[in-house]
T-cell receptor, first 110, second 113 residues
Framework: KNEVEQSPQNLTAQEGEFITINCSYS?????LHWLQQHPGGGIVSLFM???GKKKHGRLIATINIQEKHSSLHITASHPRDSAVYIC????????????FGKGTHLIIQP | KAGVTQTPRYLIKTRGQQVTLSCSPI?????VSWYQQTPGQGLQFLFE???????NKGNFPGRFSGRQFSNSRSEMNVSTLELGDSALYLC????????????FGPGTRLTVT
């Protein structure tokens, strides 16, 4: 079964700072998901990637399959980016459920 | 395109009762997964359905069960509720499984008293 480690668990930064959140997993995967959860519970999928790098607005996600590691970057951070960011990977094999990291609680102060 | 819907959004039940939660996936999506989220354990996988078949099940007791209908709508049932079942229950739909983009519903907040 895949194990997922996320860091940091908590992060407070000033508006405009460059943010990096890291995710490591233990078993080879077909895809990795970065999710965002705001207070109230709703989860939004930010990225799904299996190789390389993806960019959407100020968000960038990278993955290194050989090292079993992914990073989520936020450029020019804004208070509205405050949320919990969660990394998730297939439990094993790709045809089953997701295993989640414990999440990174991000607070961007104005 | 309508998103994933879950009903009810909030539910209060008493220990020993049973509960049924419903999830309607995005049109065309055949995979529905269910997850439990608690402050202590975070997000945990319950089960996944694809074309009316349960493909995988997480490490939860048999009190947790589910099913999927021919229109891909899914229900999960929890029998003999315990206080520890209080949680946010989320479903997610995708085209065919977890290697595809997941679309989450808003969740059902279950409180067991």
């Amino acid at each position: 079964k895949n194990e997922v480690e996320q860091s940091p668990q908590n992060l407070t930064a000033q508006e405009g700072e460059f943010i990096t959140i890291n995710c490591s997993y233990s078993v080879g995967i077909s895809a990795l998901h970065w999710l965002q959860q705001h207070p109230g519970g709703g989860i939004v999928s930010l990225f799904m990637l299996s190789s390389g790098k993806k960019k959407h607005g100020r968000l960038i996600a990278t993955i290194n399959i050989q090292e079993k590691h992914s990073s989520l970057h936020i450029t020019a951070s804004h208070p509205r980016d405050s949320a919990v960011y969660i990394c998730a990977v297939p439990q094993g094999g790709g045809a089953d459920g997701l295993t989640f990291g414990k999440g990174t609680h991000l607070i961007i102060q104005p | 395109k309508a998103g994933v819907t879950q009903t009810p959004r909030y539910l209060i039940k008493t220990r020993g009762q049973q509960v049924t939660l419903s999830c309607s996936p995005i049109s065309g999506h055949r995979s529905v997964s269910w997850y439990q989220q608690t402050p202590g354990q975070g997000l945990q996988f319950l089960f996944e359905y694809f074309s009316e078949t349960q493909r995988n099940k997480g490490n939860f007791p048999g009190r947790f069960s589910g099913r999927q209908f021919s229109n891909s709508r899914s229900e999960m049932n929890v029998s003999t509720l315990e206080l520890g079942d209080s949680a946010l229950y989320l479903c997610a739909s995708s085209l065919v499984g977890v290697s595809y983009e997941q679309y989450f519903g808003p969740g059902t907040r279950l409180t067991v008293t």
